[in-house]
Each structure stands twice: as C-alpha cells, then as structure tokens.
C-alpha cells in the first residue's frame, strides 16, 4: 500500500533561515512525489513535482525539494524562508494514478 | 482559466436540513475529486470521478452522503439529513489523469457549520 509520512507537525524557522519540511513515502515502485500549500481559509495549492529525472526540483516562490530514493525521502526546501511563507504544507504520492495519498501536513512558522 | 470553482462559499444549516455543495471543475480535467477537512481528522478523500463516473466512493462517511457528476462541468456533493458532525470544510478538485500530469488543483472550499 502506498503511503506518506509528514514526521513533524510544526517547524519553526527564523526569517532569513534556511527551511527544511521532512517528508517520507512507501511505495513499490517509481513514485510521483508532490508538494501543496494551504494558506489560511484557502485551498490547497500546487507548490512542485517529481516525475522523474533531476533529483532536485524547483517549484514556486523559490522552493524547491529533492527526491532520495535510497532514503525514500522528498523534502521541501527553501535557502532563505518568509514571514509570508508560513503555512500548512502537505506531501502526497501516487504510483501511477491522479488519485494522491496525502501527508497529515506540517504546520511551518517563521518568526520575524 | 478560472480555476475550480465552488459554491457556496460559506454554509450554515441546523440539523436535519438537506445541504448541496458544487463543483465546476477545471475545463478539460476529466477527474474530480472530494475532500473534506477537519481539525480532528485532517485531509480525507470522500470520493473521486473520472470521465464523470465514480471510481472510488470508499470515503465517503455514511449513507447520508452522496454525490454526483452529471456532465464533465458539473459535480455536487449532497448532505441530508446533515449533522453537527458533518463541519467542515469541504474541497473539490480536478486533474488530467494522464502520466506527468496527476497533480490535483484544489478549490477554494466551502465552509459548512451545521447547528
């Protein structure tokens, strides 16, 4: 059965801090692997993929995420996080449908 | 495009009554899904379409739910009797289900309080 892992519930980061959200997957097989943001009272939005190819995958507003197969690991990270940045982010995985299994999502607050 | 578009934005129903949420999804995505969240319980799959036709209803909580896609523009998600229980906020979402392209864009939600 496919599943995914959001091991922290909240990460805390410093304004101007590299940030780090962990994510793990199960699956048999080659994943597709997602990041999502949901902003207060709004839908979740699609941040980036991994399909295949390039480990390191660039999303929108400068994230970015790196799929480790070995470690069965896609997390998502930023070089310099924002105030504006906090919110709730979820990972999700699919082998080989649209049909995603999400992460129970991890809260990130950074501090001015 | 518009997005994926939901209606109403806000519900508030007493107990028993009978509530409709809508979904025009993305034109040209042949997939729909619903979620419900929760603080409690978190992101939950209800059901998803594909080509208009249920594929997966194993979500959805009870008999008191249903939901339906008449046309590829068009999904609602039925409620009735509902139920305090049944607060939320509710999601609708769309995809190409195609290989490289099965990331889902969500709606802006409906908020439903049940009295």
């Known amino acids: 059965a496919q599943s995914v892992a959001q091991p922290e519930d909240q990460v805390n980061v410093a304004e101007g801090n590299p940030l780090t959200v962990k994510c793990t997957y199960s699956?048999?097989?080659?994943?597709?692997l997602f990041w999502y943001v949901q902003y207060p009272n709004r839908g979740l939005q699609f941040l980036l993929k991994y399909i295949t190819g390039d480990n390191l995958v660039k999303g929108s507003y400068g994230f970015e995420a790196e799929f480790n197969k070995s470690q069965t690991s896609f997390h998502l990270k930023k070089p310099s996080a924002l105030v504006s940045d906090s919110a709730l982010y979820f990972c999700?995985?699919?082998?080989?449908?649209?049909?995603?299994?999400f992460g129970t999502g991890t809260r990130l607050q950074v501090f001015p | 495009d518009a997005g994926v578009i939901q209606s109403p934005r806000h519900e508030v129903t007493e107990m028993g009554q009978e509530v409709t949420l809508r979904c025009k999804p993305i034109?040209?995505?042949?997939?729909l899904f619903w979620y419900r969240q929760t603080m409690m319980r978190g992101l939950e799959l209800l059901i998803y379409?594909?080509?208009?036709?249920?594929?997966?209803d194993s979500g959805m909580p009870e008999d008191r739910f249903s939901a339906k896609m008449p046309n590829a523009s068009f999904s609602t998600l039925k409620i009735q009797p509902s139920e305090p229980r049944d607060s939320a906020v509710y999601f609708c979402?769309?995809?190409?289900?195609?290989?490289?392209?099965?990331?889902?864009?969500f709606g802006p939600g409906t908020r439903l309080t049940v009295t």
């Open positions: 379409f594909n080509n208009n036709v249920p594929i997966d």
């Open positions: 979402a769309s995809s190409i289900p195609i290989p490289g392209h099965y990331e889902q864009y």
């Open positions: 034109s040209g995505h042949n997939s």
């Open positions: 999700a995985v699919t082998l080989n449908t649209d049909k995603l299994i």
């Open positions: 699956v048999s097989g080659n994943p597709y």
